[in-house]
């Protein structure tokens, strides 16, 4: 049985007051401009009007799962859909347009036309089609839900106090139309075309940016690797060195993807088999080592046993979703 408890009077840190708390000798004004789920559109012109007045805006928007927004919910814990709702997601929740839900993009483009520097701040519990806005805002940071302290990890992310080092978990769409869009499609499913858009997601999985820079050289040993060396515990490892060459310290993702070019299944598009996130001062170095193991190799055959076979497979490397190196493993008998 789950329980789903408030926080009590005083725990957890608001966006709002994690950015008056880090940005102590800034005058940091507030408007609410429209609430999460509703059409009422009466609170934005005084969001506008504070957006002229600004040297900078940080505009929060999003969605919700909070239980206790005036909801009404069934006896097995689903909310009760026909109850007026400020949540766009959770049980018994659902949207059939993956839009900013309510008068959020018309807040937003409001806040726009004040020409003033904009950055959109998105706390979701799932991926929006925010394609306009992205190409609008000055910076997005997207939090998902950070948790009771994530107003302090966001003011510190939005300061510089911290380094952003998330990767995205999902892919992000450009519009509702185009779902499902994720990373890993089987090889034989040909994604949808459209004719009036782009087949790429609007950020990719795995995607995610810094406040540095980082190189990362690939040393992969050996291209080659049997089934009996994999099934006696053994790992092909891909060697990266990744120095820092930006000017602030941070953490650096590097991912290892294989995808399958050979065999008696038709395997994924991509599929992310290893990764590992180091910390590095200005100018640092580090070794990192990605292995695939026979876990990591290994795919439900024909009779339906999970296990390396003899193929071909095409390894990339990508760090915070930029690629950086590929190669080719093969596996043998």
């Not at 990767?167 to 185009?178: A, I």
């Not at 180091?278 to 292995?291: A, D, R």
Request: hydrophobic letters at 35%; charged letters at 25%.
């Amino acid at each position: 049985m789950r329980l789903h408890t408030p926080l009590r009077d005083g725990v957890g840190v608001t966006v709002l007051d994690g950015i008056r708390n880090e940005f102590k000798n800034a005058d940091v004004r507030y408007a609410l401009g429209c609430t999460i789920c509703d059409d009422d559109t009466s609170g934005i012109a005084e969001a506008e009007k504070l957006a002229e007045e600004s040297d900078l805006v940080i505009l929060a928007l999003g969605g919700s799962s909070s239980r206790f927004a005036g909801a009404e919910f069934d006896t097995n814990g689903a909310a009760i859909v026909g109850t007026k709702l400020q949540m766009d997601c959770g049980e018994g929740v659902d949207t059939s347009d993956v839009r900013l839900p309510g008068a959020q993009n018309e807040l937003a483009n409001a806040v726009f036309e004040s020409g003033k520097p904009v950055v959109t701040v998105l706390i979701s519990g799932r991926p929006h089609a925010i394609p306009e806005i992205a190409e609008k805002s000055d910076a997005v940071l997207w939090s998902f839900y950070p948790g009771p302290w994530g107003g302090t990890a966001i003011a510190e992310v939005l300061s510089g106090a911290a380094d952003p080092c998330g990767c995205l978990p999902v892919s992000v769409p450009r519009t509702t139309g185009q779902l499902p869009v994720y990373y890993n499609a089987r090889a034989s499913y040909d994604m949808m075309r459209y004719r009036d858009l782009e087949n790429t997601p609007l950020y990719p999985f795995g995607f995610g940016l810094h406040y540095t820079t980082f190189k990362t050289t690939v040393k992969d040993g050996t291209p080659e690797i049997s089934i009996a060396t994999l099934e006696n515990g053994k790992a092909h490892t891909v060697t990266c060195e990744v120095e820092n060459t930006g000017s602030t310290a941070g953490h650096a993702t590097v991912q290892l993807y294989i995808q399958g070019v050979s065999g008696t299944i038709v395997r994924r598009v991509r599929e992310l088999k290893a990764f590992e996130k180091v910390y590095l001062q200005p100018g640092e170095k580090k070794t990192v080592e990605l292995k695939l193991d026979c876990d990591a190799l290994s795919i439900w055959n024909r009779k339906m046993q999970f296990a390396p076979e003899e193929s071909k497979v095409e390894l990339y490397v990508e760090e915070s979703g930029s690629k950086v190196w590929n190669g080719e493993l093969k596996i043998t008998k």
